[in-house]
């Protein structure tokens, strides 16, 4: 099945779930919809279109048009799945589409990839499917933590070294993996004679705290007693997570073994 799309067209979707649809014919009373990830028809009752009244429903869908639905009811005898565009949140209708466009995007890249090995797409998509998942959460999680951090991070997930490299290898070229950089500066001090030997624990413990997948640390000496400390991540609310539990972790550390110390972020106060 070369052409396989990574899809669950066996299954049926659970009430509650979202699901990306196309309208595909818009009637009177409602809409006749494809859901996208399952293959199947569904129906979108004008009641279930809008909380307001509903003077042209054309106003509020058109044909072709790919939205994110709410399941309100399943039936597979009857082989009939209800849906609702009102009930979708703007975050859910945001967070549906991130994750469809990233779902599309790992098919997209395990595609090359199986070309490059030999094998069909199904069978890299079941070799892989189950340590991705279990190791970094999705498909695309873990293609971007090998365009970020290389082959070495699927060998330890249990792939084989030749489907390691060729997803690495396309990972690199495809993703763009986004990086941002904080910084803040630590003051340390101890007045016990081996003072500058626990400053470093403090320091080394600090930095260890820090340690995360897809992030890295760095402290390194400004003029003492202060030390810079710079932490890359993926995004700025990681990034300042983890700069905040390496300061924490440096004070308590210090504080703990007779010493004092405080933090200021770059552009912020103690």
């Keep these: 099945m070369e052409n396989m799309s990574i899809s669950k067209d066996d299954e049926w979707p659970e009430v509650g779930e979202l699901v990306i649809s196309t309208i595909k014919e818009i009637t009177d009373y409602g809409a006749y919809v494809t859901l996208d990830e399952y293959g199947k028809e569904g129906f979108l009752h004008i009641s279930e279109v809008s909380s307001g009244w509903i003077r042209n429903i054309r106003d509020y869908i058109r044909e072709g048009e790919k939205v994110v639905l709410k399941v309100l009811r399943v039936d597979p005898s009857r ?12 975050r859910e209708k945001r ?3 991130l994750l469809w466009k990233r779902s599309r995007r790992a098919e997209s890249l395990l595609r090359s990839a199986s070309q490059k090995i030999g094998i ?40 084989p070294k030749n489907v390691a490299d060729v997803l690495a290898s396309i990972a690199k070229e495809k993703i763009k993996v986004s990086e941002v950089k904080v910084r803040g500066t630590l003051s340390l ?5 081996d003072g500058v030997l626990r400053i470093k624990e403090a320091l080394l413990k600090a ?36 700069l905040k539990k390496v300061a924490d972790t440096a004070i308590s550390v ?4 007779g010493g004092q110390g405080s933090f200021t972020p770059e552009g912020g106060k103690e």
């Design 79 to 90: 082989n009939q799945i209800d849906l609702s565009l009102r009930r979708v949140t703007q």
């Design 120 to 159: 069909s797409l199904e069978e890299l998509y079941k070799m892989v499917s189950e340590p991705f998942e279990k190791n970094f959460g999705s498909i695309y999680d873990g293609l971007e933590a090998a365009a970020r951090e290389g082959a070495v991070v699927l060998l330890k997930a249990g792939l």
């Design 254 to 257: 210090i504080t703990s073994l």
């Design 207 to 242: 930095k260890e705290s820090g340690v995360k997948r897809g992030s890295s640390v760095n402290i390194y000496v400004a003029a003492p007693p202060k030390y810079q400390v710079e932490v890359v991540a993926r995004d700025y609310k990681e990034a300042n997570a983890i």
């Design 189 to 193: 001090s101890c007045i016990k004679p």
């Design 95 to 97: 967070e549906k589409i």
